[in-house]
């Protein structure tokens, strides 16, 4: 008789459960999944929902850093040698997060290929966003900026169908994150929703007409020269 064959380790079915060195939690709108000063000692997995992650400087002034979601990992400084957190977590509706203690981790990277696979996926992704982002906030007209980030939120460019931005992101929020004022995103959402390229039902559904804003280049050459005001309004 042949030996049975083990069966082939599946990450995502890992981190959906509990063991050893793993945790599942579920926060409600708004709880703190970890804060900035915190002990650095643990891996976390986004199973549902979205959460946001803020920086305060010395100076008390707050920015938001990213909003994470569905697949996305998030705490990986523990795994560099970072001894406390540099920034706070906190869920944006209701979400459900795996919690994976960091010996777990590096116990996992070393025997299983599936997992390091994933999380090395994870991370190049990272590095190629917060690139894009970088090169984003230098280049781009804050319009631009707000349109591609409503993409990102819904998932374009991601596997599978874009999504409606599901959590409740105020204009803050989003203002904090492409750099600008509340009043000019609420200025730049009221003309989106009147060119159809967003609806509200209940949520925010962002449609793929609003990558023509992306990809439109008014005035684009004379920014990079830095010959045009990257915030001024071409009507």
Do not use: W
């Not at 540099?86 to 997992?115: G, N, Q, W």
């Not at 039902?201 to 439109?216: D, F, P, T």
């Amino acid at each position: 008789m042949a030996p049975a064959t083990q069966s082939a380790f599946d990450p995502k079915a890992f981190l959906a459960s509990v063991g050893a060195g793993r945790s599942t939690m579920k926060m409600r709108a708004g709880q703190v999944i970890f804060a900035q000063g915190d002990s650095a000692d643990a891996l976390f997995y986004v199973q549902k929902g979205r959460v946001k992650v803020t920086t305060v400087s010395s100076q008390g002034k707050e920015a938001v850093v990213a909003i994470l979601g569905l697949g996305d990992f998030f705490g990986e400084g523990c795994l560099a040698g970072q001894p406390l957190r540099i920034s706070t977590v906190a869920a944006l509706a209701d979400a459900v997060i795996a919690r994976l203690d960091k010996a777990a981790v590096i116990r996992l990277l070393h025997e299983e290929p599936a997992f390091s696979e994933l999380f090395t996926a994870h991370l190049l992704a990272r590095h190629v966003r917060m690139e894009a982002d970088l090169i984003d906030q230098l280049f781009n007209s804050s319009e631009k900026r707000l349109a591609r980030l409503l993409l990102l939120l819904a998932n374009f460019g991601k596997e599978g169908a874009p999504q409606p931005v599901a959590a409740k992101i105020s204009q803050e929020t989003l203002a904090e994150m492409i750099g600008t004022t509340r009043s000019r995103v609420s200025f730049f959402m009221n003309r989106f929703r009147r060119l159809g390229f967003i609806t509200y039902n209940g949520h925010l559904e962002v449609h793929s007409s609003l990558l023509s804003v992306v990809l439109h280049d008014d005035q684009g050459s004379a920014r990079i020269a830095g010959m045009g005001d990257p915030d001024q309004d071409f009507d």
